[in-house]
């Protein structure tokens, strides 16, 4: 069974039983207040017949009674009924005096309203004197007294003192299967429209839930699903929404992984094949006795050496690269002073600046020693590997190298920028992934290379916690930023 169908169930009962429960109790009420098990029906005019008047009333009609049952003829008398009449007005009731068949007195708030057709049949031993009446709209309740004007010639008359009621109670009497009927009506529709809300708010979301379900189970995350409600359903909505961006998350990191794989040994293979297919051919000429000089073989045998050691080379920066990638490379970080540090690095490269005509800036505001949290071999790396592009891809004097060191809040910025060609703003992102080589460093022979040394930096930057950017424009250089933490001083 639905949860659909068990609310619409459970509604429905609801509704029938309360229904039920309405008109059982209404039914007893009645019975408990007239005692009287047919009472049901004519509830109202029960209630006014127990109680027609009010206290004052009462007593006027008491009067009136007294004088019927002693002197009746005094009933006669016009200015006395509407004295009656007077004080019976004031508490909003009025008189009738009957003469047999006739009415010999009117109240004056009735407004010349002729009830005589609709007053009861004498009934002379005054069993039933309270009851109700209503002609047209208007809707009375009353009490009377039966008696004779004089025994001897039998002439009967009647008083009747009586108290409008409000239409309302005549309206509810006239109406009252109806208003059950409403009232039914209203419960009904209120049980509908808690179905249609607890539907809308639980029911609709779990099948959409549903419905998300089967698309990831067919393999489609690329959806997404809202609420904007804040109760456990909508949490739960939202909570499955984030599990399935997890989710996609994760499969594209996996997917990027796998392609990233699938290039890496693509890389690999064609970076290896180059220079086994130089080796090879060289050795083939030695075995061909191509190198009939001893010249000619000293040049092979140094071409494959050259070879070799460029594999060699390689082969280790790919094997340091992947061990930084898996965090297997650990990292021994200490407190470095950043400028004398940077200061040694470039100067066990002076001999190379020199050869190539390479002049070399320093520009460091730093307003004393700064210190930094990094692991000397590695950072170390990461510079090299700079100056060393630097110097490999200047390629016109002047050839002018600048180093800057800043200091901001928390870190200190290192920028090594050269006045080589530059680079195109595409590529710049670029540089950083492993094997990645500007088109023409890569086809020229010249500057050799694997593309590994700026991956290789951005893995040790990344793995101190700082960040590494280039920034250049073609034909004015190539910029590379650098940050690092700054050591803070726990003591
Ligand atoms: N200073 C620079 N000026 C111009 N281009 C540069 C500069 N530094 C790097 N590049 C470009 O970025 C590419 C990637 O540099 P990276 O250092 O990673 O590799 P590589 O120098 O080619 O090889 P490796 O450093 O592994 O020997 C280079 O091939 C080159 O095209
Ligand atoms: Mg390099």
Redesign the pocket.
């Known amino acids: 069974m639905s949860i659909r169908f068990r609310l619409l169930l459970s509604f429905t009962s609801v509704v029938v039983v309360s229904v039920i429960l309405f008109v059982l109790a209404a039914y007893l009420l009645s019975i408990a207040v007239t005692g009287d098990v047919r009472s049901f029906n004519s509830f109202y005019n029960i209630h006014y017949s127990l109680n027609p008047l009010s206290e004052e009333e009462e007593n006027l009609f008491l009067d009136l009674k007294y004088i019927a049952k002693n002197d009746p003829g005094q009933l006669k008398d016009q200015t006395l009924l509407q004295e009656f009449d007077t004080r019976l007005k004031m508490v909003q009731a009025g008189l009738i005096v009957r003469e047999d068949n006739s009415v010999i007195y009117s109240a004056a708030s009735l407004n010349g309203l002729d009830l005589s057709t609709i007053l009861p049949a004498y009934e002379m031993g005054n069993n039933s004197i309270r009851n109700t009446m209503n002609k047209g709209t208007r809707f009375f309740s009353y009490a009377k007294f039966d008696f004779y004007f004089s025994p001897e010639t039998g002439e009967r008359g009647s008083i009747y003192v009586f108290h409008e009621r409000s239409p309302f109670a005549q309206v509810v009497r006239q109406m009252l299967p109806l208003l059950i009927g409403l009232f039914a009506a209203i419960l009904l529709l209120t049980g509908w429209l808690l179905y249609r809300y607890v539907t809308r708010k639980i029911i609709q979301p779990l099948d959409r839930l549903r419905q998300s379900a089967e698309l990831i189970k067919d393999g489609d995350l690329t959806f997404q699903l809202q609420s904007s409600s804040r109760d456990e359903v909508g949490q739960l909505v939202q909570t499955f929404d984030q599990m399935r961006q997890k989710l996609y998350d994760s499969i594209q990191l996996q997917l990027r992984y796998e392609d990233n794989r699938k290039q890496l040994l693509s890389n690999i293979s064609h970076d290896l094949r180059t220079p086994i297919t130089t080796i090879k051919g060289y050795a083939e000429g030695i075995r061909d006795g191509v190198t009939n000089t001893p010249e000619k073989l000293d040049r092979y045998v140094a071409a494959i050496h050259t070879r070799a050691s460029d594999m060699e080379r390689l082969v280790q920066?790919l094997l340091y690269y992947s061990k930084l990638d898996l965090n297997k490379e650990p990292y021994s970080f200490i407190r470095l002073e950043l400028s004398p540090f940077l200061h040694r690095i470039a100067d066990e490269l002076a001999i190379e600046f020199e050869n190539n005509a390479v002049e070399v800036t320093w520009e460091e505001e730093l307003g004393g020693p700064l210190f930094v949290l990094a692991d000397a071999e590695k950072l170390k790396r990461v510079v090299m590997?700079l100056l060393?592009?630097?110097l490999?891809?200047?390629n016109q004097p002047p050839k002018r190298l600048n180093i800057t060191i800043q200091r901001t809040d928390k870190q200190a910025v290192v920028i090594v920028a050269?006045n080589?060609?530059?680079?195109e703003e595409s590529?710049l992102s670029q540089?950083?992934e492993r094997f990645?080589?500007?088109e023409?460093?890569?086809s020229q022979a010249i500057?050799?290379?694997?593309?590994?040394?700026?991956?290789i930096a951005k893995q040790i930057i990344e793995g101190h916690g700082g960040s590494i950017w280039a920034e250049?424009k073609p034909g004015s250089?190539?910029s590379?930023y650098f940050t690092l933490k700054l050591y803070e001083d726990r003591r």
């Open positions: 920066e590997n060393d592009n630097s490999k891809y200047m050269d080589g060609p530059g680079l590529s540089i950083f990645y080589r500007e023409p460093s890569r500057v050799s290379g694997s593309g590994l040394g700026l991956a250049s250089g190539l590379v």
